[in-house]
């Protein structure tokens, strides 16, 4: 199994571009999440997802939308970038309820100029 | 509103001590917790968890805490070895929430 995966692992963006990345896991895995990690700080929550077609907001949703169309995929997209999105950027899926141990990918850095 | 802290930004210990890395929560309501380890470069890796219901984990080399009356987590990591050295996270899950809180973090570096 490859676990959780992301795609790209890094990124420059200009101000007001657009761009989705995208994580997928072959867990088989109810869960997903992404977050976004600055300098300093933990992981914060950006959106996450408890099934196929389902999302909701975290902790730090505003500019960023997500999507679960298929249980194996989360994409997580930037309408118009901003330097203040600039991050490392984790998804982690877990199995759902009552095992919540969330797995982590190897994240993706993203630079807006 | 929620919080999951770290007391020490910082450790420093030597090769083949034990660390003791802590974490402070404050949502009574959480009743899962859990730490993860991150190396430079990569993403957060499993260590161990524990549930509302136990006061003590142990893992290969980690030992897991849990003080529910001063809300209190600690992570203990026998004969610390060179490769523990990374950033270590405590989370907390307030209720069944399937979300996850997560403290700021602990770097520990290990002295050869």
């Known amino acids: 199994n490859a676990g959780v995966t992301q795609t790209p692992k890094f990124r420059v963006l200009k101000t007001g571009q657009s761009m989705t990345l995208l994580c997928a896991q072959d867990?088989?895995?109810?869960?997903m999440y992404w977050y976004r990690q600055d300098p300093g700080m933990g992981l914060r929550l950006i959106h996450y997802?408890?099934?196929?077609?389902?999302?909701a907001k975290g902790e730090v949703p505003d500019g960023y939308n997500v999507s679960r169309l298929k249980k194996q995929n989360f994409l997580l997209g930037l309408e118009s970038a901003a330097p203040s999105q600039t991050s490392v950027y984790f998804c982690?899926?877990?199995?759902?309820?009552?095992?919540?141990?969330?797995?982590f990918g190897p994240g993706t850095r993203l630079l807006v100029l | 509103g929620e919080s999951v802290g770290l007391h020490l930004p910082t450790l420093s210990v030597q090769e083949g001590d034990n660390s003791i890395i802590n974490c402070a929560y404050s949502?009574?309501?959480?009743?899962?917790f859990i730490w993860y380890k991150q190396e430079s470069g990569k993403g957060p890796q499993f260590i161990i968890d524990?549930?509302?219901?136990?006061d003590k984990r142990q893992g290969q080399r980690v030992t897991v805490l849990l003080n529910k009356t001063v809300k209190h987590l600690s992570l203990q990591i026998a004969a610390t070895q060179p490769g523990d050295s990374a950033v270590y996270f405590c989370?907390?899950?307030?209720?069944?929430?399937?979300?996850?809180?997560f403290g700021q973090g602990t770097t520990l570096q290990v002295k050869p």
């Open positions: 867990m088989n895995h109810e869960y």
């Open positions: 949502n009574s309501a959480s009743d899962y």
């Open positions: 982690a899926s877990s199995p759902g309820v009552g095992k919540e141990t969330q797995y």
């Open positions: 524990i549930r509302s219901n136990m």
């Open positions: 989370a907390e899950r307030p209720g069944n929430t399937g979300k996850l809180i």
């Open positions: 997802s408890v099934g196929e077609g389902t999302t």
